[in-house]
C-alpha cells in the first residue's frame, strides 16, 4: 500500500497517518518532519530564517527524494500548490484529501508553534488559505474524507476501508455493467470498460473518469486521458458515457464511483443542476464542461473558454468578432472579456447576438455589419463549415493579413474559412488548438498535474 494524505493544517493527516500506516503495517513519513530534518531546524525556524519561499524550496527536495514506498506519506499543508510536487506524489500512488470544517479547523490548530502565513488572524487566515487552495487539494486527490467529527482513529479506519474495499457497492456495479452493455458504444469498448467494472474488487483504488456526451462516439478525449493517466502512472480508467439522457449517466456514474466527468454537447448547461459546487467561471459562462466528484460532493468546472484564451492571449486589448451566440460563442465572449478585448457578436438570429452581447458587455449585431468592423480577432463559434458542411462563414474578399481568424469547428481539420483565411495571409488558428488547451486545463482539473502541452499536442496527432 502506497498512500499519501493531503489536505490543510489540522485536518489530521499525521495522527490518522500514524494510525493508518499501524493498520496497514507499512512506514509512517511526514514531510514536514523530514523537512525539518534535512534542515536540522524546526518549521518556524525554517520560515523565520528562510521564509516561506525557502521553506517551499526544501520541501519540494523532500518530495522529490521520498522513499518509494510502500508507506504512508503525510504531507504538509501547501504541498499541493506546486504541481510538480503533485505528479511525484501521485505516480504510482493513492492520494487521499482530508478536509474539515473552518471551525474545526481553527479549534485544532490555535494552540500549533507553527508560523501565521499571514496577518489577517487565524480564523481569517484558514478562510483565505482555503479558499486559494481549494481547487488544488480537490484536483489532486483520488479519495476525499472529511474529519471533521471524526477521531483519528475512525479517519484512518475509512481510508483503510476505501483502499482495501473502494467505494462502490456490488449492486451498483450491476447497474453500471448493465447500463454500459446496451449504450451503443463500441464492442470492444464495452468489453474492456466491463472487465475494468469487473476487476474493481481487485484494485479498488482505481478510479473512473470519462466523457459525457451526447453523441460521444467521435470524442478523441478518451484515447487522450487514458494515454495521460498511464504516463502519469495514475491508477485509473477514462471511458465514455453515450447516452441521451444526463440523468441516467449521472446515476451510473455514481454507481461506479466516477471521479471525474469531461461534459459535452447536449450536456453542458443541464449538468449545472446536478452540482453542489460551481467555480466562477461556469457560474459566468452558464455551462461546465469538467465535473468532479469526491466524498459525496460534486463540483463543477469551465477549461473551454481556457482553450479560446490561451492561443489569443498575447492579442489582449484587441477589436474581436465573435460568429454565433450559441454555447461556444458565451465561451468565447467569457474569454476574450478576459483579455479586454472590443468584442462584437455577430448572428444569424439577431435577438441571440442581442442576449449574449448584454451579458458579457459586447456590441452586437449580424453577419451583414462584419466589413463596417475590421477586426483584429474573429472566433468563428457557429458549426458553418463543420463536415459535411463546405460553406465558409467569411469570405476571402472579407479578411486581410492583419486578421487572426480562429475557427472553433475542428471537422475537419482545414475548414473552409481556415482556407479562406490563409489565403487571405491572415493568422489562422484551428480548433484542435481549443481542444488542446482546454483538455490541458481539464487534466490539470483532474489531477492536479500540469501535463506538457507538447505531449498533449503529440497524443492528439
Ligand atoms: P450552439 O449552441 O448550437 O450554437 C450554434 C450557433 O451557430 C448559433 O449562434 C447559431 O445561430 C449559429 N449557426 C448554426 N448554423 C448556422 C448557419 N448555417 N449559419 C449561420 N449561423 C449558424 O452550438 P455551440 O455549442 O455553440 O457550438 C458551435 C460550434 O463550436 C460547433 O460547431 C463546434 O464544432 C464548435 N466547438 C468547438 C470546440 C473545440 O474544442 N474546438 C468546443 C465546443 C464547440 P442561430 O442562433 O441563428 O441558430
Known amino acids: 500500500m502506497n498512500v499519501v494524505l493531503i489536505g490543510f493544517r489540522g485536518t489530521g493527516k499525521t495522527e490518522s497517518g500514524r494510525l493508518l500506516a499501524r493498520l496497514l503495517d507499512v512506514p509512517f513519513y511526514d514531510s514536514d518532519a523530514l523537512v525539518e530534518e534535512e534542515a536540522g531546524s524546526a518549521v518556524h525556524e525554517i520560515f523565520e530564517r528562510e521564509g516561506e519561499e525557502g521553506f517551499r524550496a526544501r520541501e519540494k527536495r523532500v518530495i522529490a527524494g521520498l522513499p518509494p514506498g510502500p508507506g504512508v506519506f503525510a504531507t504538509g499543508g501547501g504541498v499541493i500548490l506546486d504541481p510538480e510536487n503533485v505528479e511525484r506524489l501521485r505516480r504510482g500512488r493513492t492520494v487521499i484529501l482530508l478536509s474539515a470544517d ?45 474529519t471533521s467529527a471524526r477521531s483519528a482513529n475512525e479517519v484512518a479506519m475509512i481510508i483503510k476501508r476505501i483502499l482495501v474495499e473502494g467505494v462502490t457497492r456490488e449492486e451498483g456495479r450491476k447497474d453500471a455493467l448493465r447500463f454500459v452493455e446496451s449504450s451503443g458504444i463500441p464492442a470492444a469498448e464495452v468489453e474492456q470498460l466491463a472487465a475494468m467494472i469487473r476487476s474493481i474488487p481487485e484494485n479498488p483504488a482505481m478510479r473512473f473518469y470519462g466523457i459525457a456526451g ?43 464511483g466516477v471521479r471525474g466527468l469531461s461534459v459535452t454537447i447536449p450536456f453542458k448547461q443541464e449538468v449545472l443542476q446536478y452540482l453542489d459546487h460551481m467555480d466562477e467561471h461556469s457560474k459566468a459562462i452558464g455551462a461546465c464542461n469538467t465535473a468532479l466528484l469526491c466524498g459525496d460532493e460534486s463540483y463543477g468546472y469551465n477549461t473551454d473558454w481556457v482553450g479560446i484564451r490561451d492561443p489569443l492571449a498575447s492579442l489582449s486589448g484587441s477589436t474581436a468578432v465573435i460568429l454565433g451566440a450559441g454555447g461556444a460563442a458565451a465561451s468565447a465572449a467569457y474569454a476574450l472579456r478576459s483579455l479586454d478585448m472590443e468584442i462584437t457578436i455577430l448572428n444569424r438570429t439577431v435577438e441571440r447576438a442581442v442576449a449574449l452581447a448584454a451579458r458579457f458587455g459586447c456590441h452586437h449585431g449580424s453577419f451583414r455589419d462584419f466589413d463596417g468592423i475590421k477586426p483584429a480577432v474573429v472566433v468563428n463559434a457557429t458549426p458553418v463549415g463543420m463536415e459535411p458542411d463546405t460553406a465558409s462563414p467569411l469570405a476571402k474578399s472579407q479578411l486581410s493579413p492583419s486578421m487572426t481568424v480562429f475557427d472553433l469547428v475542428y471537422t475537419p481539420p482545414e475548414t473552409p474559412l481556415l482556407r479562406a483565411a490563409r489565403s487571405a495571409r491572415c493568422t489562422v488558428i484551428p480548433g484542435k488548438e481549443m481542444f488542446i488547451r482546454q483538455a490541458k486545463a481539464q487534466f490539470r482539473q483532474f489531477t492536479g498535474i500540469d501535463a506538457p502541452l507538447e505531449m498533449i499536442r503529440e497524443i492528439v496527432g
Open 102 to 146: 473552518e471551525v474545526t479547523i481553527e479549534k485544532r490548530i490555535q494552540h500549533s508553534t507553527r508560523p501565521a502565513l499571514t496577518r489577517m488572524g487565524l480564523r481569517a487566515e484558514i478562510h483565505a488559505l482555503l479558499e486559494a487552495r481549494k481547487d488544488a487539494y480537490l484536483a489532486a486527490a483520488d479519495f476525499c474524507v472529511d
Open 214 to 256: 451526447f453523441p460521444s462516439l467521435h470524442s478523441r478525449s478518451p484515447p487522450l486521458f487514458q494515454r495521460l493517466f498511464s504516463y502519469f502512472e495514475i491508477n485509473a480508467f477514462y471511458t465514455r458515457f453515450h447516452d441521451p439522457s444526463f440523468s441516467r449517466i449521472f446515476s451510473i456514474v455514481q454507481d461506479m
